[in-house]
Every structure is written in C-alpha cells, then in structure tokens.
C-alpha cells in the first residue's frame, strides 16, 4: 500500500459485548487490545452491557495503512455500536482509548452520556513527543515488537508490580508483544497528526470521571488535574500504588469507582427521562 494511505472502511469484528442493561464502552490503549478491560467488564456485566473492541490493527482487528487517525478510530466505534444497536451510552477509554474517546466526543457528543478518562492527556504532543512517536512507529516496522514490549513494561505499569504481580504482568506483555507491528505503528503516526484536544474540554456537558495512577510516568497526575480544572463538573480519582494502568493494577478501587460513577450517570439519565415526558 502506498505511504501515508490510511485505511477508510473497516467492520470491526473483534469485540466483547457482554452483560445487558445501560451501554458502556471501553477503548484500549496503545499498544494493547480489548483484553486489557477483562477486570472490568467481569466486574460491570452483572448491571450493565459491556462493550469493549478491539481497535483497528490491535488484537482481532486488522489494518494493513500506514497511518491511522483517532477520527478513523471514533468512526469504527461508532459504525460498530451503530451496527449492534446501540444509541446513548458512557465511553471510557484509557492513554490513547482516552484521546479517542475525546475525538468521540468531538464528533458525536449527543450519543455520550458520560465520559471515563483513564491515564490519558488532551493537550498537543511537544515536537519532540511527537518525534518520539514516529521514531517508534519506524523501529516497530524493522523490530518488531517483542525488545519495545519489554523495554515498555516497567512503565506501564510500577516495577514493583512487575515483580508483585506476575500475571498481570505477564498479560500486558502478551498483549504488547502479540500487537500487529503494522497497527501499533499506523496509530503511533495517526497520533503525532492528533489535534489539540485542550479547546475542547470546557464544552463538555456530560458527567466525566478522571482515573490516573499515582505512580503514572507517561500521563502523570498533573496532566488529569489539567483536564479536571478545565472539564466543568469533573470528578478526578487518583489511585494508589498504580502506574499507567490501574485498571489491571488496582482493579478493585478502579471498579469501585467505575460503580460509583456509572450509578450517578444512569440516576441522572433516568431523571432527565422522567422530565422530559
């Protein structure tokens, strides 16, 4: 395929879509797949539908460009929840899942009932993270991904952890190491283009839940304090002992609050229905 040719059409065809009741969805992060939210979607499915893809290039779900925009990821998760039925829902997504669901945002607010931004940032990449990006994308084409994976693990989540929690760490290496080289380095292109998401935060209507790790070195507490200062209504959690994944580092306090939220999310849902009858 050409350079610089991105992919425009795809169906998603690897996804889990577990439990019934109110829609949430979940969007993974860079370089991993849909399995990184097993923790919560065994945790949610009891009260709500868990939806959780695969992005285009990662796990089940292939993409042979270049490049991938976020707009082109926000447009398969919409096609996708367009193709099972799925109208209003809360969105969530963790590092890049949380860029993409402000794309999401961006693109078609009034289907969002709730935002979840999990160790994510919206200001512009610096020139030189933005470098760093595309140097990677190149060295996972001529590497692939097994030294990047290993090399990357004691970021993603604490080096105590790795140590502590052996299977945990066992699992995000699998899904690190078993990532296309060709998807991982078509999204870390798509992301060095990315816009500014920082315009957009304070036009956010809808109830949002901010989760860092305390401990998180590539999105740290202060770029969720930024986004909590600018998104009105914020709620922000900073988890203890967690790196750039709490989720599978601290899954009970992160459930607890995902419960929480999505409680208070659905009571208001239910009371706007009411009055609008």
């Known amino acids: 395929m050409p350079a610089n040719v991105e992919c425009t059409v795809m169906k998603m065809t690897g996804y889990d879509d577990a439990g019934t009741g109110f829609p949430v969805v979940l969007v993974h992060g860079h370089p991993f797949n849909r399995t990184m939210w097993a923790p919560q979607v065994e945790s949610l499915q009891g009260q709500y539908r868990v939806i959780a893809p695969d992005l285009r290039g990662y796990g089940e779900n292939v993409c042979d460009a270049e490049k991938t925009l976020l707009s082109t990821f926000a447009s398969d998760i919409l096609n996708l929840l367009d193709s099972i039925g799925v109208e209003r829902f809360v969105l969530g997504g963790l590092s890049m899942g949380g860029q993409i669901v402000l794309e999401c945002y961006r693109q078609f607010p009034i289907r969002i009932m709730g935002l979840i931004l999990a160790d994510t940032f919206a200001q512009l990449d610096t020139p030189e993270r933005r470098q760093r990006r595309l140097d990677t994308a190149d060295r996972l084409m001529a590497e692939g991904m097994k030294q990047y994976s290993n090399e990357e693990l004691?970021?993603?989540?604490?080096?105590?952890h790795v140590r502590t929690l052996p299977k945990v760490a066992e699992h995000v290496l699998r899904m690190m190491e078993t990532t296309p080289p060709m998807?991982?380095?078509?999204?870390?292109?798509?992301?060095?283009?990315?816009?500014?998401?920082t315009p957009l935060l304070k036009h956010i209507v809808v109830p949002t839940l901010i989760i860092v790790g305390d401990q998180d070195q590539y999105t740290p507490v202060v770029d969720a304090r930024f986004m909590h200062e600018h998104i009105p209504g914020s709620e922000l959690l900073v988890i203890k002992d967690a790196g750039h994944m709490p989720n599978?580092?601290?899954?009970?306090?992160?459930?607890?609050?995902?419960?929480?939220?999505?409680?208070?999310?659905?009571?208001?849902?239910?009371?706007?229905a009411v009055r609008a009858r």
């Open 248 to 272: 599978l580092e601290q899954p009970v306090a992160f459930n607890t609050a995902l419960q929480s939220f999505l409680a208070e999310v659905v009571q208001k849902a239910g009371a706007a």
């Open 154 to 160: 004691p970021k993603m989540i604490t080096p105590h």
């Open 183 to 197: 998807g991982a380095a078509a999204a870390l292109r798509g992301r060095a283009e990315r816009i500014d998401y």
